[in-house]
């Protein structure tokens, strides 16, 4: 038997054709010439096996005929030769003529047959025709399964070459399935450092990457490279690919100087080992270039790129996914350099290439035409830029509607990926004065997946479901959850991966029982379509005196605002670039909580815009400034990269004091956010805002507003898009005939932790309710530090709870505290559907978060056991199955509005899981919160609720009434300023 490696696609997948005399019974396998050309292929010598094999086949054929299976092997391992020599399509017009005669002789199970199918296979996908390719490797893999088994050679084979044609078509998740599964089976059959292992250790983790498990294919690239510098040495072409690979999945993490170094390293290992001109090293050296140009240094990429190509070019692959890659990364290059004519005309070629590829998805295809489209607009002419960017967002949505498995964290990554073309086309759309058109557009890139799964939810609850098709659901959810939270909690990297795995696996089985709901219950689909929403509805959404306000940023820093009142006029706001925004908000946040105490702030001047930062080092910053930023690039489409701060004085930097540093920060973002829109936002307005990136961890209402904070003259909400809004409201009108069957208020808190220091826990005025401020440095040391936690018992949470339930009748209030508030005490609830029974949900502990690690957030209730189901942590995740009906979530805890801010998807924390898990409004906490403060502002609020108010109002009065306190404890913005509602 004899395998031979054609090459490696996308830079890691190997394409394996099966040639020789595989498992053929007859004299043919044993005849001289047979057994000569395949040495001579051995040896690496086709042209010779070529010049052996032409008179032997046609001996063969003149003694025997065409269709002896004699002549029928010579013929496969024609097929296998040409293709060695790089004749792709002689090749494939040979194994097209041989398919047809191996089923007429030995029919459609037989191994000959089937590895035939497996090699016409590969043959398409050599040839670029990458759909043909996918049909006929399904329909191979299926009869292979089934005649040969599952753990075949050759099934595992033909799985490793689909899973390579669907790289190919940027079909990622379902390639990744394939790549685990071959990656699986060869670290058994082969061992861990095989070499075929290895290669598909690589697969899986280009794979993971691109769907978004970005620190899964960290772990796994450093895995693979750590193993191939132990067999194969460091200056192995392998190992230099492996390096490659690490540093690809470095860019997707927006470190970009570490990419460089990484790309270099790779290139100066295979170029020494292959040579310059290697197709191997010009692959390579495009990933160099990409990394040149997201540092800005285009120039450099430009001058390299050229070269590149000439080479392509006379190797004949040019117009191949390689050389194309090239051509559309020179083409940013022009672009950066304002060669604007060059790079269009660059970029159309590329964009051309791919089509005739017949490629429709992948980064190079959509970094080519969203770069052609820049060129577009750059020489004037908008009209094709907006069609060149209307055909890929509808080729995008087309692509995200038929990733159907893909879960709901890879569809916020994926979102996030490609916002800018949204963002992009939405920009273009304003300039030919087109505001209602960018409007759809900005919805259409904002809070998709939160909709989704709120409308996967309500499909659940109301589409009449047979009963076991509905518990199918709810356990499918459960599980989810508990594997996200023990992946969360893993400590130590095999556990994690065992987690993942597990989630991954209920992830996809969840999304095809949706599907299959969708198919056979026409109710289920319908309402499991998330709504869309356009300006003219603002007219029945809006109430009187309310203004929707959706802030967008771009990746250039710029930030967009649209306006739109109950009215339906639509009105849209360019504040401009705003390079340092993030900064500014998270120290004005972090100044009004009182993180840092007293100290005091630098200040000083940077392109004519105040900066600001905590002390560091004594010695003067160099010419080059304070901060070294990536530099922005229009030409590509890249993760923001982290900013990196310098740690010394800047020339000309004061220092401010802490009170004076609030309220300048204030001012300054006020006028960068608010100042604009005065004409917008008449006195006495409910501002429904709905943020993007840092915005939504900026406390709105205590920013300066015509003299005075905006609290006292406005009421605030956030919302994550005007559809959020909608689907929102939509849900509250459909209980208002409900309500007399629910009971008001489940007080939920106090509870008893272990080894809580009662004394201690007396003085309650000072104590914060988050035990644990800390950040942890990567998953293993959190899971740690969060399993070994001890939390002090909270005083004033009963307090607050005994309070509260006073404003009901006692027949309408459950309340459970100490020994009983429990996770699992809080799941029974949620079984048994009494928890969807309350109208309101107060949960007075602990909240847990680290800014390092979001996906720890947690409220953290009594233990009753080590595991996640028991461990008392109910982290994002684990609200998520939980079936709720209230109108307001009060989680009166520390940092419960906090989350990861993912661009696209907005805020996704435990008020976002409050939402997927039927709530409709969640009052939570933006810092730390201190015990007796936060027990006196949440009985407030409840009273002006049972006054009723709505709770827009309710929150608007308190903040108002501790603002002009007698207390100056009180009266501190860091009591009532924490607490934002999030909802409709």
Same mark, same amino acid.
């Given at each position: 038997m004899r395998k031979t490696i054609l090459s490696a696609l996308l830079g890691l997948a190997a394409v394996h054709a099966w040639g020789g005399a595989m498992a053929v019974q007859d004299s043919a396998s044993d005849s001289p010439a047979l057994l000569e050309v395949n040495a001579l292929l051995d040896e690496g010598r086709p042209d010779a096996a070529l010049q052996r094999l032409e008179p032997a086949l046609s001996e063969a054929r003149r003694q025997w005929g065409e269709r002896d299976p004699r002549s029928l092997e010579l013929l496969s391992l024609m097929g296998t030769t040409l293709s060695e020599l790089g004749r792709y399509a002689d090749s494939l017009a040979l194994r097209q003529q041989l398919l047809p005669l191996r089923r007429e002789l030995h029919g459609e199970e037989d191994q000959r047959t089937l590895t035939d199918m497996s090699n016409l296979s590969v043959a398409l996908l050599y040839n670029a025709r990458f759909r043909e390719a996918k049909q006929l490797g399904q329909q191979a893999l299926a009869l292979q399964e089934r005649v040969l088994g599952p753990q075949h050679e050759l099934t595992l084979m033909t799985l490793q070459n689909l899973a390579a044609c669907l790289s190919r078509l940027a079909e990622w998740d379902a390639a990744g399935r394939l790549f685990e599964r071959a990656m699986q089976a060869q670290q058994q059959s082969l061992g861990l450092r095989h070499a075929d292992t290895l290669t598909m250790m690589a697969n899986? /983790?280009?794979? &993971?990457?691109?769907?978004?498990?970005?620190?899964?294919?960290?772990?796994? @690239?450093q895995q693979t490279l750590a193993l191939r510098r132990e067999t194969l040495g460091e200056g192995h072409s392998d190992t230099a690919m492996s390096v490659h690979n690490y540093g690809a999945i470095l860019m997707r993490l927006g470190r970009f100087e570490e990419a460089r170094q990484?790309?270099?390293? #790779?290139?100066?290992?295979?170029? @020494?080992? &292959? /040579?310059?001109?290697?197709?191997?090293? &010009?692959?390579l050296r495009s990933g160099l270039a990409y990394s040149l140009l997201a540092l800005g240094q285009a120039e450099q990429a430009q001058a390299g790129l050229q070269q590149d190509l000439a080479l392509f070019e006379r190797s004949g692959t040019a117009e191949q996914a390689y050389g194309l890659r090239a051509r559309q990364l020179l083409g940013a #290059?022009? /672009?950066?350099?304002?060669?604007?004519? @060059?790079?269009?005309?660059?970029?159309?070629?590329?964009?051309?290439?791919?089509e005739q590829l017949g490629v429709r998805g992948g980064g190079d295809v959509v970094a080519a035409r969203y770069g052609l489209a820049q060129a577009q607009a750059a020489l004037g002419e908008r009209p094709a830029a907006v069609q060149t960017l209307q055909a890929l967002v509808e080729s995008l949505e087309q692509q995200r509607g038929e990733v159907a498995e893909m879960s709901a964290a890879q569809r916020r990554e994926w979102l996030q990926l490609h916002a800018t073309v949204y963002h992009r086309l939405m920009d273009l759309?304003?300039?030919?004065? +087109?505001?209602?058109?960018?409007?759809?557009?900005?919805?259409?890139?904002? @809070?998709?997946?939160?909709?989704?799964?709120?409308?996967?939810?309500?499909?659940?609850?109301?589409?009449? &479901?047979?009963?076991?098709?509905?518990?199918?659901?709810?356990?499918?959810?459960?599980?989810?959850?508990?594997?996200e939270a023990a992946r969360a909690r893993a400590q130590n990297p095999p556990a994690r991966q065992a987690a993942q795995a597990q989630a991954q696996q209920h992830s996809r089985e969840l999304r095809q029982l949706q599907s299959r709901l969708a198919a056979q219950h026409p109710a289920y689909a319908l309402l499991s379509r998330p709504p869309q929403a356009q300006a003219a509805e603002a007219a029945g959404l809006l109430?009187? /005196?309310?203004?929707?306000?959706?802030?967008?940023?771009?990746?250039?820093? +710029?930030?967009?605002?649209?306006t739109l009142d109950s009215a339906a006029r639509l009105r849209w706001h360019d504040l401009g670039p705003q390079p340092r925004l993030a900064e500014q908000v998270a120290l004005y946040r972090s100044l009004l909580a009182g993180e840092g105490g007293s100290q005091r702030l630098l200040r000083w001047q940077e392109a004519g815009q105040w900066r600001w930062r905590r002390p560091g080092a004594a010695q003067p910053c160099g010419e080059a400034g304070p901060s070294q930023a990536a530099a922005q690039v229009p030409m590509l489409l890249l993760p923001p990269a982290p900013a990196a701060e310098a740690d010394c004085q800047p020339a000309g930097a004061t220092s401010v004091g802490a009170p004076q540093a609030v309220q300048a920060l204030g001012q300054q973002l006020a006028q960068a956010l608010l100042q604009p829109l005065q004409a917008s936002l008449p006195a006495g307005t409910r501002l429904l805002i709905a943020p993007d990136g840092p915005l939504w961890l900026l406390p709105w209402d205590s920013l300066p507003w015509r003299g005075r904070p905006l609290g006292q003259s406005l009421a605030t909400q956030q919302v994550h898009s005007f559809a959020a809004l909608k689907m929102v409201r939509q849900r509250q009108a459909q209980r208002l005939g409900e309500q007399a069957a629910e009971r008001q208020l489940l007080a939920f808190g106090d509870p008893s932790y272990p080894q809580s220091d009662e004394a201690q826990a007396a003085d309650g005025a000072q104590r914060s309710r988050s035990g644990l401020l800390r950040s942890a440095r990567n998953l293993q040391e959190a899971g740690q530090a969060l399993a070994r936690s001890a939390w002090p018992r909270l005083p004033f949470a009963r307090y607050e709870m005994e309070q509260v339930a006073a404003l009901f009748p006692p027949a309408q209030v459950l309340q459970i505290s100490a020994d009983g508030a429990t996770e699992t005490r809080l799941r029974q609830l949620s079984d048994s559907g009494e928890l969807a029974r309350f109208r309101y949900l107060l949960f007075s502990a602990h909240g847990y978060f680290d800014p390092e690690q979001p996906e720890f957030s947690s409220l953290v209730l009594k233990p009753d056991g080590e595991d996640v189901l028991h461990d008392g942590f109910v982290s994002v995740a684990e609200w998520l199955p939980l079936r709720l009906a209230s109108e307001l979530v009060v989680l009166s805890a520390c940092d419960t509005a906090r989350g990861r801010v993912v661009n696209g998807e907005g805020l996704v924390g435990m008020s976002y899981a409050l939402f997927v898990a039927g709530n409709g409004n969640t009052l939570a906490t933006l810092w730390p919160v201190a015990d007796r403060e936060t027990a006196l502002f949440v009985t407030r609020f409840f009273k002006h609720l049972r006054q009723g108010l709505s709770q827009a109002q309710a929150l608007a009065l308190s903040k108002r009434e501790f603002m002009r306190h007698g207390q100056a404890r009180l009266r501190d913005p860091r009591v009532w300023a924490a607490f934002v509602l999030h909802g409709a």
């Open positions: 899986y /983790g280009t794979a &993971l990457a691109e769907t978004g498990r970005l620190d899964e294919a960290l772990s796994l @690239a990484a790309y270099a390293a #790779a290139v100066l290992a295979v170029t @020494a080992a &292959l /040579g310059p001109e290697h197709a191997l090293t &010009l692959r #290059a022009q /672009g950066q350099l304002g060669q604007w004519p @060059a790079a269009r005309a660059t970029l159309q070629q590329a964009v051309q290439g791919f759309l304003l300039a030919q004065g +087109r505001p209602q058109q960018a409007f759809e557009l900005m919805e259409l890139s904002k @809070a998709r997946v939160l909709l989704e799964q709120m409308a996967q939810g309500q499909a659940a609850a109301q589409a009449g &479901l047979p009963t076991e098709d509905a518990q199918g659901l709810r356990q499918l959810q459960q599980d989810l959850a508990l594997a109430r009187p /005196g309310e203004v929707f306000l959706s802030f967008l940023l771009d990746a250039e820093q +710029r930030v967009r605002a649209f």
